[in-house]
């Protein structure tokens, strides 16, 4: 099965930084990466889809890049409802698996 | 709009099974890829099921032998079928569209202890 590692598991920072959560696939897996945003008791939301397809009605600070193995989500100016859990998922597979998880947390 | 409901869920002893159904409204369930993901107590998302509108399915290795999903054309819906239950099953469990589409359900909670 394709591995998802994801890093950091823990970022802390301030509103209006610029940040980066990467994504790394075991094996390539084309564009087919999907980001998601989570809030506690909440379902995830879909941010980026595609690797770099930003989801309808999502801030545009927010875009997905790369291909292949390697995936990068960033959030070019955070905003005080961007502290959440960030999850990177593979799909349109045999086995469509997530991530572990960033935390991002205010600094 | 796209609506999924997913209900079911509850208190299970381990060895247990478990039917969840997740009913979706503005869209054909046989028609879209539908997945079933979920989330322990403080825990990360875990995938566990796909089925493609071609009928194609997929689980984690995890739940592989135990989970079943399926879908009905007369009411719209998508189930997972849980046998066998552990203790590290219990979570809140999702139906969800493709991340194209991006539409999830609330959650059910499935708990499953002696």
């Known amino acids: 099965d394709i591995q998802m590692t994801q890093s950091p598991s823990t970022l802390s920072a301030s509103v209006g930084d610029r940040v980066t959560i990467t994504c790394r696939a075991s094996?390539?897996?084309?564009?087919?990466l999907a980001w998601y945003q989570q809030k506690p008791g909440k379902a995830p939301k879909v941010l980026i889809y595609k690797a770099s397809s930003l989801k309808s009605g999502v801030p545009l600070r927010f875009s997905g890049s790369g291909s292949g193995t390697e995936f990068t989500l960033t959030i070019s100016s955070l905003q005080p409802d961007d502290f959440a859990s960030y999850y990177c998922?593979?799909?349109?597979?045999?086995?469509?698996?997530f991530g572990q998880g960033t935390k991002l947390e205010i600094k | 709009e796209v609506q999924l409901v997913e209900t079911g869920g509850g208190l299970i002893h381990p060895g247990g099974s478990l039917r969840l159904s997740c009913a979706a409204s503005g869209f054909t369930v046989s028609n879209n890829y539908m997945s079933w993901v979920r989330q322990a107590p403080g825990k990360g998302l875990e995938w566990v099921s796909v089925i493609y509108s071609g009928g194609r399915t997929y689980y984690a290795d995890s739940v592989k032998g135990r989970f079943s999903i399926s879908r009905d054309s007369s009411n719209n819906t998508l189930y997972l079928q849980m046998n066998s239950l552990r203790a590290e099953d219990t979570a809140v469990y999702y139906c969800?569209?493709?991340?194209?589409?991006?539409?999830w359900g609330q959650g059910t909670l499935v708990t499953v202890s002696s």
């Open positions: 969800a569209t493709s991340p194209n589409d991006g539409n």
């Open positions: 094996q390539t897996i084309g564009s087919w």
């Open positions: 998922q593979r799909y349109n597979g045999d086995s469509e698996t």
